[in-house]
């Protein structure tokens, strides 16, 4: 089969090798549709906790083709999506209902082999069916779930007015999920231009692509969907007193913000951030399965496994056509 391997930070491969066999708890998966994800990216740069070598790819999707002895809840010819991250269930943290700061926290495509190959074998329990949901769609089961656990910390209610800081695929995603918790009105912050159209497209109020553009102590809820740490430093003055900021973006390790502290106090802040996601796939799967969350329109590549060097390439340029990018490892 065909595989991608990063080897070190900017040296990426693809190899030919064997099929693996399934351990007696695996579920073997040939893949049908891998998404692109920022930690991809990053991984490849070299900017986050990956193993080298790795496989990439954490959100896919794909079909059953063999399952280890022990394997329950599957049988060949399952379509299946998988949540990367994979629990011990038995340390300190795990035990207390909090698996996405496992102390032998280990994830598929991070420091596992992952998606971007033909086929992966991973445990049972990272493993969900997603009935006849289309292939490219189960490759969202991963960043919903990240984005569904983000949207119940920030606990957005019915009539809130929300900002939305960034309108790529994540920010596209809480847009829809605000927009289901009730919000009444959501104004998003976006500079590309093929971005901001999708994002009045998908149901935002306003998009501005200046900062200064955004309402001081106008927002019920603010959420960071940049990572940017000078997009991070506005939310505080954005939000309205008594409000809630979320900062869902992934910054760059070692940066510093740069808050009012005495403005934190006196506003009365809920200030959250969010990590990963907690067993969130069924709620993912079933927004996605019944339409309530449409992802189709966040699409904009299917790609072949050999093209995916071209697709960071092109995720990296912030071409205004390039959105989700797809791979798709068995054609
Ligand atoms: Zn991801
Ligand atoms: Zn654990």
Redesign the pocket.
Known sequence: MKSIVITKPGQISMVEKGIPNPRANEVLIQVMAS?I????LHIYKGEYLGNYPVIPG??FSGVVVEIGSQVERFKVGDRVAVE?NISCDNCVNCLNNRQNFCLNWQAIGVTLPGGMQEYVAVPEKAVFSVGDLPFDQGAFV??LS?VVHGIERAKIKLGDSVAILGAGPIGDLILEMARLQGASHVTMLENNPGRAELARRLGSDRVVDQLDDLIPEKYDVVIDATGVIAVMNRTIDLVRRGGTVLLFGVPPAGKKLELDAFEIFQKGLTLLSSYTSIRNSFQAINLLQTGQINVEPLISHHLLLNELPDAFKMIESRDEAVRKVIILPNE
């Open positions: 998404g994800c920022g930690t991809d954490h959100e990367p991963e960043p990240c």
